[in-house]
């Protein structure tokens, strides 16, 4: 890998922000509804010279191209405006709310892929055996079922029939004074739902990936040499097969960061989550323009970051790779 | 698989080990769930039940009011109306500070008023404030340029907060003051955490002017913004009390919880009225006889009894009857399709017509269930209504501020007295485009222009009581909206509470006297 391959690919990524920022700019202002009036009416009415002064006071009365180059001036130097309805920065409320988001991704994330792997490759053991059939039926309902039903079904299954599990949030309020592991369990405790929730489709992804990668590669001759040589099944399976089939894992495992990320919207919305997806949520019910922006713009920087890692890493995997552009 | 085995087991012993937490000294902790979403927590600038909750806990205000509507001392001990109404004066008490220590006087008092004033969207609260003079650190002057006896309530919690001057009297705009967010009031509680659509947590204040209150060591307002997840967290016990709650099945579920229990007292004060207002302008409906057709022919009672569950009570005109100056004789407009039919022919649309209802999102069974029922309702009468949903607030607001409506269905709040809450809508010179909860109906009568104008300053409650019952009469006549039901707002909560919130305000008011019992 050469530095100049990572200033491209770091350049293209710039680009593909500013992109994302300019067609969000002119989409949000698509929708109908005027920010002043929504801020008016969010306040209990306003008087007409409010209207001008709300107007006045967040731009909204200059020009559309005079604001997106101011917002794009600001962007540039690491300022994503004051938010509209919380009239706080929005960089402060992001910085809030982008620990819970990450932490969820990741967690579905890895649960997707430890439990999709397991599954695929013990489907990938018998191609013609129950466990196969299992995997292939739970992966078409894996990938047909919306997430946010599948949500809403966990909610009424584990928080209210069989309440175990809390039914929304991050952290029991009560516990807010408790000690740190206390609060830790507690978090992993309201944890297990929406991650699960999140990874199930993507855990259905893995485990018809895995099964397909590993029949691939438990044809191959050094499995069977393995196999010869008297190496447990077990062994074949983990050591030899594993290792070969995952390397596709794991590039598709980069690549749905952003599916990822779009998915976790819609889960912290379910769950009540406290991340960007309900920031964002709720700021789309209000026109709140800044907030929906920085949004966007920081989610498309996290996968734009996932892309280049997973790529870089692939190429550090895949000694192949190296040298190409 | 040995890994594995372990992960799978560690997981399991933390999802028990949670579980096996024992419940918090509930003691001194209230945790009130809501849906609403607060854009920050100063109510002097902000109207809404979003942040008048908080609000009002973090802010003391000059005076409280009881379950009967009468005026209670709060910063002020007591208080003087001059004979000719234009004077009121606050006579504060001594041992009152803020949050950080720092004396509340009148100089405090006066910069709310005038504040809220200036920046509250409840223009008529304070229009007639002409100065507020402060003689000395405890006393405070109102005047004003006519009489207003709507003030005493307007200096109530929810809506006269005393903000410090020394935080806010720095320049910057009050609307969009940082402090908003961190707000350092005189009342019962302190801000201790404000996580914005998340939760608001309040400590109890140890220096609370009044001796022995707060009751409660913490109140939490979590905001669980699906309905669904919060009424299982009321069942759990993760919420203890849900204010402000309108749906009939939600009503009807939480009855069921043995732990709770529900009350419909707390909401006098709001006022919340359910509506279809008429856009006059429109040629279809600027004939009184096609609006008063439309109420002829819509069954209030089928509404209240069948689609809310007999949660709601009906509403017959622009004041709530739980409003001092509610007037029962007026016209109730009984279903009679005959009439109705006869009244749409008279005014030259005995073939029928075409309308568009349009309906705030909200609560489905107090919008969209009556958008649909009006629809099958008024083709008995030859109008053929298309339902218009909303996506969302913004795309609602801009339709109806914009006068681009024909029927809208809303639910708007008398807040106390009629001159804070309901003369905003009737009054011809409030006929504003692009001000949402203006008088968008652009309804225009100069006999109820003099009939509010001379209710606002009339000081006798008896003449003034008289004033809006004419008022009543003459708009439930021209109909500019056809009045509904009363929300059925309901409060729920743990039954070992004491003094759970009843009164004119219910949890826009210092829950200073509400405690745990054993």
New interface residues.
């Given amino acids: 890998m050469n530095a100049p391959y990572l200033f491209k690919r770091l350049g293209y990524g710039l680009l593909l922000m500013l992109g994302v920022v300019v067609l969000n700019f002119f989409l949000i202002r698509l929708a109908p509804g005027d920010p002043a009036v929504v801020i008016a009416g969010e306040m209990g009415g306003a008087t007409e010279e409010m209207l001008e002064s709300i107007r006045e006071e967040y731009g909204l009365n200059k020009p559309v191209l005079t604001q997106l180059g101011i917002y794009v001036g600001n962007i540039a130097q690491g300022d994503l405006g004051e938010s509209y309805f919380f009239n706080q920065p929005v960089s402060k409320l992001i910085g809030e709310r982008i620990y819970p988001t990450v932490l969820l991704v990741l967690s579905a994330l890895i649960m997707a892929i430890v439990l999709g792997v397991f599954l695929g490759v013990l489907a990938a053991r018998k191609p013609n055996g129950p466990m196969s059939a299992f995997v292939a039926v739970f992966s078409t309902i894996g990938y047909a079922v919306p997430v946010f039903w599948t949500g809403i079904m966990l909610i009424i299954l584990f928080a209210s029939v069989w309440p175990i599990f809390p039914v929304e949030g991050m952290l029991s309020v009560k516990l807010r004074d408790a000690g740190i592991i206390v609060r830790s369990l507690d978090i992993l405790h309201h944890l297990a739902l929406p991650a699960f929730t999140l990874a199930i489709i993507y855990l259905a992804q893995y485990a018809r990936l895995s099964r397909a990668s590993m029949l691939e590669v438990l044809g191959s001759d050094y499995v069977r040499t393995a196999r010869a040589k008297g190496a447990s099944e077990r062994t074949v399976l983990f050591k030899h097969a594993l290792r070969n089939a995952a390397l596709p894992i794991l590039t598709v495992a980069g690549l749905q960061f952003g599916s990822l990320i779009s998915g976790a919207l819609l889960v912290e919305t379910v769950f009540n989550w406290p991340g960007m997806g309900t920031l964002a949520f709720d700021a789309i019910l209000r026109r709140d323009y800044p907030t929906i922006m920085g949004v966007l713009f920081i989610a498309s920087g996290i996968v734009v970051v996932a892309n280049l890692l997973t790529d870089l890493s692939y190429r550090l995997a895949d000694p192949r790779l190296r040298g190409k552009s | 698989?040995k890994l594995?085995s372990r992960l799978l087991g560690a997981?399991a012993f933390?999802?028990l080990?949670?579980?096996a937490?024992p419940?918090?000294a509930?003691g001194g902790?209230l945790?009130i769930a809501s849906t609403q979403?607060p854009?920050?927590l100063n109510g002097a600038?902000?109207?809404?039940i979003a942040t008048a909750v908080p609000s009002t806990q973090i802010f003391a205000s000059p005076i409280r009011y009881d379950e009967n509507w009468e005026p209670q001392p709060y910063l002020a001990k007591s208080w003087e109306v001059s004979d000719d109404g234009l004077s009121v004066t606050l006579n504060l008490v001594d041992n009152a500070t803020f949050h950080d220590g720092k004396p509340v006087t009148s100089e405090d008092v006066a910069f709310s008023i005038m504040t809220t004033k200036e920046n509250?969207?409840?223009?008529s609260m304070f229009a007639p404030v002409e100065t507020v003079e402060t003689p000395d650190a405890h006393t405070a002057v109102i005047k004003l340029n006519q009489p207003h006896p709507a003030l005493l309530l307007a200096l109530s919690p929810a809506l006269a907060p005393v903000i410090p001057k020394h935080i806010y009297g720095d320049g910057q705009?009050a609307?969009?003051h940082?402090a908003?967010?961190a707000p350092i009031g005189s009342g019962p509680f302190m801000l201790e955490?404000f996580?914005?659509?998340?939760?608001i947590?309040m400590k109890k204040n140890p220096n609370f002017f009044i001796d022995g209150r707060p009751k409660l060591d913490e109140i939490?307002v979590?905001?669980?913004?699906?309905q669904?997840?919060l009424l299982?967290?009321m069942?759990?016990g993760?919420a203890d009390m849900y204010p402000f709650m309108d749906g009939s099945q939600a009503i009807r579920r939480l009855e069921k919880a043995d732990h709770l229990e529900l009350t419909q007292e707390g909401y006098a004060g709001v006022g919340p009225v359910n509506w279809l207002a008429f856009n006059t302008q429109s040629p279809k409906l600027s004939d009184v006889r096609v609006r008063q057709a439309i109420a002829f022919a819509t069954d209030r009672d089928f509404i209240t009894k069948a689609l809310h569950r007999g949660v709601s009570m009906p509403q017959r005109g622009p004041i709530v009857e739980s409003s001092p100056f509610f007037d029962d004789a007026i016209a109730a407009y009984d279903v009679d399709l005959d009439k109705a039919k006869a009244l749409m022919a008279e005014a030259g649309f005995a073939d029928g017509m075409d309308l568009t209802v349009d309906y705030i999102p909200g609560p489905k069974e107090q919008q969209q269930t009556i958008a649909e029922y009006l629809k099958s309702q008024l083709k008995k009468i030859g109008i053929n209504v298309t339902v218009r949903a909303a996506p969302?607030?913004?795309?609602w607001?801009?339709r109806v501020?914009g006068h681009d409506f024909e029927l809208s269905m809303d639910v708007v709040f008398n807040w106390g007295d009629p001159v804070i809450g309901v003369h905003?809508t009737y009054l011809s010179d409030n006929i504003?485009k692009?001000?949402?909860?203006?008088n968008t109906q652009s309804y225009a009568n100069a006999e109820v222009d003099a009939l509010l104008n001379a209710a606002a300053v009339e000081m006798n409650p008896g003449k003034r009581a008289e004033l809006y019952s004419q008022f009543q009469h003459i708009v439930a006549q021209d109909l500019p909206v056809y009045w509904i039901n009363t929300l059925p707002y309901h409060t729920a909560y743990d039954k070992r509470l004491v003094n759970p919130p009843k009164g004119i305000w219910g949890t826009m008011h210092p829950l200073d006297t509400v405690s745990w019992g054993e």
């Fill in positions: 698989m594995v997981a933390a999802a080990s949670v579980s937490v419940a918090f509930d902790t945790v979403v854009r920050h600038v902000q109207s809404g509250h969207p409840f223009k705009d609307k969009s940082p908003n967010s955490e996580k914005p659509g998340e939760a947590v939490i979590r905001i669980i913004k699906d669904s997840a299982i967290a069942e759990n993760e969302d607030f913004p795309t607001a801009g501020s905003r504003k692009g001000v949402i909860w203006s």
